[in-house]
């Protein structure tokens, strides 16, 4: 079966995945989670992509993305891998690829999943069973958007901010968000449509999307949940 062909459009956030190669790690100490902040730092900047969440996990990254073309995600992406890689394989005296293929990707409906989106992401620690809570995780966007902890990474996306009017309420409320643990169905959701290059969204999202490709979508394969996100 050809693989779904990724799609990025402007002003629309863009759930992405990338991979260790057959699932093993990709950071190895704490050296490494540095270095590859320093690398989405720099290649969102040259590329004009916003990052609204994130979680480095041992073996894989999510991130929750706004390009402001249809192209910049991809060189982002492209260059992080780039510099990334060679950071490792000089620093562990290894030759090889350490992504597994190409990032996996989801457009997102913003007003109906992008928080949901969120709230997997920094969740998934937790899932993982690597921390009891969200804020015990250092490698996320949690502390960001739940504590203030300033993170210069993060641009808010507009939901967020319109949560509370005032920071530390905005944070409470946030944080309260997380009292209640996604639903499994939910995590599939959002796992799948990321797996299959497939939006997460409602009809008349996916209506919208194929209208602003010309192109149609299809449907996503149904598969099995999946353990972890």
Same mark, same amino acid.
């Given at each position: 079966?050809?693989?779904?062909?990724?799609?990025? +459009?402007?002003?629309?956030?863009?759930?992405?995945?990338?991979?260790?190669?057959?699932?093993?790690?990709?950071?190895?100490?704490?050296?490494?989670?540095?270095?590859?902040?320093?690398?989405?730092?720099?290649?969102?900047?040259?590329?004009?992509?916003?990052?609204?969440?994130?979680? +480095?996990?041992?073996?894989?990254?999510?991130?929750?993305?706004?390009?402001?073309?249809?192209?910049?995600?991809?060189?982002?992406?492209?260059?992080?891998?780039?510099?990334?890689?060679?950071?490792?394989?000089?620093?562990?005296?290894?030759?090889?690829?350490?992504?597994?293929?190409?990032?996996?990707?989801?457009?997102?409906?913003?007003?109906?999943?992008?928080?949901?989106?969120?709230?997997?992401?920094? +969740?998934?620690?937790?899932?993982?069973?690597?921390?009891?809570?969200?804020?015990?995780?250092?490698?996320?966007?949690?502390?960001?958007?739940?504590?203030?902890?300033?993170?210069?990474?993060?641009?808010?996306?507009?939901?967020?901010?319109?949560?509370?009017?005032?920071?530390?309420?905005?944070?409470?409320?946030?944080?309260? +968000?997380?009292?209640?643990?996604?639903?499994?169905?939910?995590?599939?959701?959002?796992?799948?449509?990321?797996?299959?290059? @497939?939006?997460?969204?409602?009809?008349? @999202?996916?209506?919208?999307?194929?209208?602003?490709?010309?192109?149609?979508?299809?449907?996503?394969?149904?598969?099995?949940?999946?353990?972890?996100?």
């Amino acid at each position: 079966m050809p693989r779904r062909p990724r799609i990025y +459009l402007p002003g629309i956030p863009a759930h992405i995945v990338q991979r260790g190669n057959n699932r093993e790690p990709c950071f190895y100490n704490f050296e490494d989670y540095r270095y590859y902040l320093q690398c989405l730092q720099h290649a969102k900047k040259r590329y004009t992509v916003e990052l609204h969440a994130y979680v +480095l996990m041992t073996n894989h990254v999510h991130l929750l993305l706004t390009p402001s073309d249809a192209t910049g995600i991809s060189r982002m992406m492209a260059l992080i891998g780039k510099n990334y890689v060679m950071y490792i394989n000089k620093t562990y005296k290894r030759t090889g690829t350490l992504w597994e293929g190409r990032h996996k990707s989801s457009l997102v409906d913003e007003e109906n999943y992008l928080l949901q989106c969120y709230k997997y992401i920094e +969740l998934n620690p937790v899932r993982a069973a690597m921390v009891n809570s969200p804020d015990e995780y250092v490698w996320s966007s949690y502390q960001h958007h739940a504590w203030g902890k300033y993170n210069d990474l993060i641009s808010d996306h507009w939901l967020y901010t319109a949560l509370a009017k005032e920071q530390e309420e905005r944070q409470h409320v946030y944080r309260d +968000l997380f009292k209640a643990e996604l639903f499994d169905s939910d995590v599939h959701e959002i796992s799948n449509a990321t797996q299959f290059n @497939f939006p997460l969204g409602n009809n008349r @999202f996916k209506e919208k999307i194929e209208e602003m490709t010309k192109r149609k979508l299809g449907y996503a394969s149904s598969g099995r949940p999946s353990k972890t996100g």
